[in-house]
Structure formats: C-alpha cells, structure tokens
C-alpha cells in the first residue's frame, strides 16, 4: 500500500508541505496525471492516511492532508531521505556505469 508508484510521493508531499489542494500536489508530483492523482487520493483517503476537506464555498475548495495515522510513517520518510543523500552519489555512478557498457539486454 505505501510503496505503490504513486503513494510514496503523495504522502511525501504532504508530510513536508502540509495541506494542499488538488493543483499544489499535481504540481509537486511531476509525471503524474490528474485521474491517477485522484484514484491514488481517493485510497489514502479510504485507508485513513489522508484527510479530504471540502469547503462549500464558491468557487468550491478541497484540500488534501496527511493524516494522523499518515504521520506515523514520518520516520519511514526520513529513513528514506537519509539513504537517499547518503547513497545518490553511488545510485549516479550504477547509472553512468551501466549506460557506458551498454543495457546488457541488447
């Protein structure tokens, strides 16, 4: 569930930013498209790792945030930004390497 394509980065964007609406978060997440965005919301929200506000004003807002349950997984997001600083330089080489000898598929 948290590690599916999507999931990470939704719940990585509103741990760090906070409360955002709908075009915030498609803005934060490059590639990602609007119906995709929207099924991925609609299952945080549905497994309680999101919480949806609607307010009925015109014209109508919705924001999105993580959740109290969502929160619980700060540390995992922390783990992973320290491995990422710690590791981007050896990710770039593996990559460099691999591009420089060919795909070994070909």
């Given amino acids: 569930m948290v590690f599916s394509r999507w999931t990470t980065p939704i719940l990585w964007s509103l741990h760090t930013f906070g409360r955002q609406r709908f075009v915030e978060l498609q803005r934060r997440i490059d590639s990602i498209s609007p ?54 330089e050896r990710v770039e080489w593996a990559r460099r390497h691999y591009d420089d000898a060919g795909s070994p598929r070909g």
Avoid: C, M
Wanted: proline share 7%.
């Fill in 35 to 88: 119906k995709v965005l929207t099924q991925r919301l609609r299952q945080l929200e549905r497994d309680g790792l999101v919480v949806r506000t609607y307010h009925p004003e015109v014209p109508p807002r919705v924001e999105y945030e993580i959740s109290e349950l969502g929160r619980g997984l700060a540390p995992l997001f922390a783990h992973l930004a320290e491995w990422g600083t710690a590791n981007l």
